[in-house]
């Protein structure tokens, strides 16, 4: 329910309509990219965040569930899905869905969109090379680095967790450091940033988390 009320009080702010905007255009520019790449896109394209592509008809014997896994060797988060008329099973399936809410999220624009569409059709047309898979991954590692999880955490999330959860008055000073806190936890190991976490009072944890969770 704490999540829900985030969640709804962060999409009445203006700044919501803008990261949802960019949404849209990013899919829709990553749909275009992959179609120029010779890709299908079921639908012919995307009005919405996402996007379902039909391997068929340029890798015809390669199944989703496969595509899959070499891409998330690369660090190119999609899932297999089925496509109309597959003649595959759920468990195989001939397309992949991708979207770009994550993606948008860490700050990404449509330049970007470009370079990800080349990445995905080298990777898929050497699912069974790793030093092709490796090095598109190191790409990928590398690229993000210009584009941190939290590139999009506001004061305005922050405010609107104060005020729906009453975090106490002593939580008030964190979150208004919240940012570099982050940043200099960041570079630690996850289990280290726990540790770091619990010299905190819990409420100030448990909000931390909260928020993390949120805005990913």
Same mark, same amino acid.
């Given at each position: 329910?704490?999540?829900?009320?985030?969640?709804?009080?962060?999409?009445?702010?203006?700044?919501?309509? &803008?990261?949802?905007?960019?949404?849209?255009? $990013?899919?829709?520019?990553?749909?275009?990219?992959?179609?120029?790449?010779?890709?299908?896109?079921?639908?012919?394209?995307?009005?919405?965040?996402?996007?379902?592509?039909?391997?068929?008809?340029?890798?015809?014997? /390669?199944?989703?569930?496969?595509?899959?896994?070499?891409?998330?060797?690369?660090?190119?988060?999609?899932?297999? $899905?089925?496509?109309?008329?597959?003649?595959?099973?759920?468990?195989?399936?001939?397309?992949?869905?991708?979207?770009?809410?994550?993606?948008?999220?860490?700050?990404?624009?449509?330049?970007?969109? /470009?370079?990800?569409?080349?990445?995905?059709?080298?990777?898929?047309?050497?699912?069974?090379? &790793?030093?092709?898979?490796?090095?598109?991954?190191?790409?990928? $590692?590398?690229?993000?680095?210009? %584009?941190?999880?939290?590139?999009?955490?506001?004061?305005?999330?922050? $405010?609107?967790?104060?005020?729906?959860?009453?975090?106490?008055?002593?939580?008030?000073?964190?979150?208004?450091?919240?940012?570099?806190?982050?940043?200099?936890?960041?570079?630690?190991?996850?289990?280290?940033?726990?540790?770091?976490?619990?010299?905190?009072?819990?409420?100030?944890?448990?909000?931390? %988390?909260?928020?993390?969770?949120?805005?990913?």
């Amino acid at each position: 329910i704490a999540a829900k009320a985030v969640a709804f009080g962060e999409c009445l702010q203006p700044e919501y309509k &803008e990261y949802q905007t960019q949404v849209k255009k $990013n899919a829709a520019v990553l749909a275009q990219a992959l179609i120029d790449r010779g890709f299908t896109i079921v639908s012919g394209g995307t009005d919405n965040h996402s996007m379902l592509v039909d391997l068929r008809t340029k890798y015809p014997d /390669l199944t989703g569930k496969v595509a899959e896994k070499a891409l998330v060797a690369a660090d190119i988060t999609v899932n297999k $899905n089925m496509v109309p008329f597959d003649s595959r099973s759920a468990f195989q399936t001939s397309g992949i869905r991708l979207g770009t809410p994550a993606i948008t999220t860490r700050g990404a624009k449509e330049d970007l969109m /470009l370079e990800i569409a080349e990445m995905i059709e080298t990777v898929l047309s050497n699912v069974d090379n &790793e030093e092709v898979i490796a090095q598109v991954r190191a790409r990928v $590692n590398e690229t993000m680095k210009k %584009y941190p999880i939290f590139a999009l955490l506001t004061t305005t999330s922050i $405010n609107i967790l104060i005020k729906d959860f009453g975090v106490f008055e002593k939580a008030l000073s964190f979150f208004k450091n919240f940012k570099v806190f982050y940043e200099t936890s960041r570079p630690f190991k996850k289990s280290n940033r726990k540790v770091f976490l619990s010299a905190f009072p819990t409420e100030i944890s448990i909000n931390f %988390y909260l928020c993390r969770q949120f805005i990913r």
